[in-house]
């Protein structure tokens, strides 16, 4: 079962690309989107990540929370269920 993440204080020009690039690291990612305002289109400093199982999700958090990404420490979490 897919597990999503929230990536918090990520710098603006991080791309989807990269994320995926460095995610992939922990495991299989389904899905990348890095959440940007609808009249600039520049990023708003935060991103969902969507890996292909829980325990790939809770890799992720343990070796990319408190990271350095492009000198900004990234801040990774599990999201919470929608009910």
Known sequence: MDARLYLGKLP???TQEELNVLFTQAGGVAATEVIKDRKSGESKGFAFVTMSAQDE??????MFNADDLSGKELKV???KAKE
């Open 77 to 79: 979490s599990m999201t």
């Open 57 to 62: 999700a809770e890799k992720a958090i343990s």
């Open 12 to 14: 603006k020009a991080t």
